[in-house]
Structures are given as C-alpha cells and as structure tokens.
C-alpha cells in the first residue's frame, strides 16, 4: 500500500526553527512529485509548496515564501520542510501528499496523516 | 480566506442526496480541473474525485462530480453515516504552479 508518514511536529516558540520530514514507501519516490499541505486548528487546508521529482523546480505559497524550504532525499525516500521564523499563524498539521498531474489536470493522493506544529510560546 | 468558496455544512438523511458547492473565478476553476477530498474525523484527506468528474479506483459511483464555468459541485447519493466527514474542492493553478483548496463543508447524516 502506498504510504506517506510525517514527523518531526513539534512545540516551538515564534520565531524558531524546526524540520518536519515525509517517509514514502510502497511506490517510486523519485517519480513523482510532492507538496506539502497544512491544516490550521479547525480550518481548511492550505497548499504550501511542491517540488519536482530531481528537486530542481519548487514553488511556494506567499504566506511561507522566503522562511520554508522543501526539499527531498530520493536515496531515502524523504520529504522535508525547513521551516524558519515560525510565526503563531504557521500552527498547523502539516500533510505530505503526493501531486499527479496529467492534460492540465492535477491532484492530490495520496495524503499522510500529518504532523502537528504549535508556535506558541 | 480560501480562493475556492464552499457551504460551511450540508446536512440530510440517510439514503438521501446531498450536493456540495464549489465557487471560484475565471482564473482558477474556470481554467482547471477541479479535484475532491474527504477527510474523515482524525484522519488523511483522501481523493474522491479528480478531472472534475473521474473517480479513482475504488470510491463508489455513489460520489459524482462535474464542473460548469466557474463552479464545481460533489454529489453524493445514498447517503450512509459513514459520509459524515469534511469535504474539500481543490484545484491545481498551472499558471500560477500552485494549489487551492476550499474551506471545506462538513457533512452531516441525520
């Protein structure tokens, strides 16, 4: 079963650093495309950023441009957010998922479970 | 703020129908496809339906989507209690090289 499994959420204080990775498995990570997605406490979910599947082309949304960074490990089957200057807007589960596209179209699955970030201090 | 506007809740009867909303603009739906997510209480979003109408394997013909101008609608028939979940429209902006989502409904089965 393909799989995506985040880690690395963590309590941090505005301001602050911290790494969140995403480990594939049961399909050809290098092959495809990633994003991270977030869901703030009782809100929808917001798109944040992509990357291809070599790692040279990522897009960000405006709300975290210039403080995270993607990135990925495709000898380990890893996705990772550096995420900088964490402000209490950026308090979050932040999903990993998987982007296919094909004619135009583009879609999300499939989904990790996510990790929990709290900026607070 | 979400760019793509959904109905907070919908709600009906088990064996019903419900239809839920998409509203957006000329330069996000009215140009893209339009994929739907449901996410489960506690649980992953799960894709239920992309290129505005498709299903992926093994989501039931129950769950059916289509798309008109600027607008987006998920319909689901036969309405079980295990429906109950948010549900999410969602878009990829080629132009832009970003996503967007909907604030999400929250479905309620009486």
């Known amino acids: 079963e393909v799989q995506l499994v985040e880690s690395g959420g963590d309590l941090v204080q505005p301001g602050g650093s911290l790494r969140l990775s995403c480990a594939a498995s049961e399909f050809t990570f290098k092959n495809y495309e990633m994003n991270w997605v977030r869901q703030a406490p009782g809100k929808g979910l917001e798109w944040i950023s992509y990357?291809?599947?070599?790692?040279?082309?990522?897009y960000y949304a405006d709300s975290v441009k210039g403080r995270f960074t993607i990135s990925r490990d495709n000898a380990k089957k890893s996705l990772y957010l550096q995420m900088n200057s964490l402000r209490a807007e950026d308090t979050a589960v932040y999903h990993c998922?998987?982007?296919?596209?094909?004619?135009?179209?583009?879609?999300?699955?499939?989904w990790g479970q996510g990790t929990l970030v709290t900026v607070s201090s | 703020q979400s760019v793509l506007t959904q109905p907070p809740s919908v709600s009906a009867a088990p064996g019903q129908k419900v239809t839920i909303s998409c509203s957006g603009s000329s330069s996000n739906i009215g140009k893209n496809y339009v994929s739907w997510y449901q996410q489960l209480p506690g649980t992953a979003p799960k894709l239920l339906i992309y290129g505005n109408n498709k299903r992926p394997s093994g989501i039931p013909d129950r769950f059916s989507g289509s798309k008109s101008a600027t607008s987006a609608t998920l319909g689901i028939t036969g309405l079980q209690t295990g429906d109950e979940a948010d549900y999410y429209c969602?878009?990829?902006?080629?132009?832009?090289?970003?996503?967007?989502f909907g604030g999400g409904t929250k479905l309620t089965v009486l």
């Open positions: 998922a998987r982007v296919s596209f094909t004619g135009g179209d583009g879609w999300f699955d499939p």
């Open positions: 969602g878009t990829w902006d080629s132009s832009l090289s970003a996503g967007f």
């Open positions: 990357i291809n599947g070599d790692g040279n082309t990522r």
